[in-house]
């Protein structure tokens, strides 16, 4: 029943429509053992985020704001993916974050000192663990603007420019290239990053598989997904 009282502009969630969704997205990490994260760029409603922590396993930020706001009101796995970051920044970010994806080698390599003395003495737990983000060369995206693998990118490292001996003190690997698609369109990108990647994955910890899926659509291939 809705409430005419409310006073307006005003936000309303239908919150039985969102624990729909919750427990499906907790199916699917029960059923396969993943770790499916509350994009906030996406959704940062945080009077939602003590129900939506309930189900899922944490939060993914795009910058310091965010990598604050998922902190402070959920609690739970942080991990944070920016373009670049500022020394400033990541003086906050390693103190409430627990996985920072890099952009670049260039970039892994100016902060891996800073994030290796705050881990030292640390308890392995607590300790921040760190990725590259990859680029897989492999478009899905109907909107060119949209579309982190269209030429001239920046997002993320082409295979190219690789280079294995960065990886020590790497733990994972990050990649993005959905915007709202079915588990047929990560099937596809998953085939291009173990076609250009596939030799390093192995030694990974976790791969972040990024955003874009509508797991929620009542048309998607949940099958195809877990498998």
């Known amino acids: 029943m809705m409430n005419n009282n409310l006073k307006t502009p005003c936000y309303i969630v239908e919150e039985s429509l969102l624990l729909k969704n919750l427990k499906i997205l907790k199916e699917v990490m029960d059923q396969t053992g993943c770790k499916i994260l509350l994009a906030q760029k996406a959704f940062s409603m945080y009077k939602t985020y003590p129900l939506i922590g ?7 930020s795009s910058g310091l704001f965010e990598a604050r706001l998922g902190y402070e009101e959920m609690g739970k796995e942080n991990h944070v993916f920016s373009p670049a970051y500022r020394a400033e920044d990541m003086a906050e970010l390693v103190t409430i974050t627990d996985h920072i994806v890099f952009n670049s080698i260039a970039q892994w390599r100016e902060f891996a000192p800073a994030i290796e003395a705050w881990n030292q003495g640390r308890c392995p737990d607590r300790q921040i663990q760190c990725g590259l983000r990859i680029n897989p060369e492999h478009s899905e995206g109907a909107a060119e603007i949209y579309n982190p693998c269209a030429p001239g990118s920046r997002l993320g490292i082409r295979r190219k420019h690789f280079d294995p001996t960065a990886l020590d003190g790497i733990s994972g690997l990050h990649f993005h290239t959905l915007c709202e698609q079915g588990s047929d369109a990560l099937e596809r990108t998953l085939a291009a990053v173990e076609k250009n990647f596939g ?27 877990e498998k």
């Open 54 to 60: 309930e189900y899922l396993s944490g939060t993914a």
């Open 199 to 225: 030799q390093w994955l192995p030694r990974c910890k976790w791969i972040n598989m990024g955003g874009g899926h509508h797991i929620t659509r009542p048309d998607y291939d949940l099958a195809t997904l």
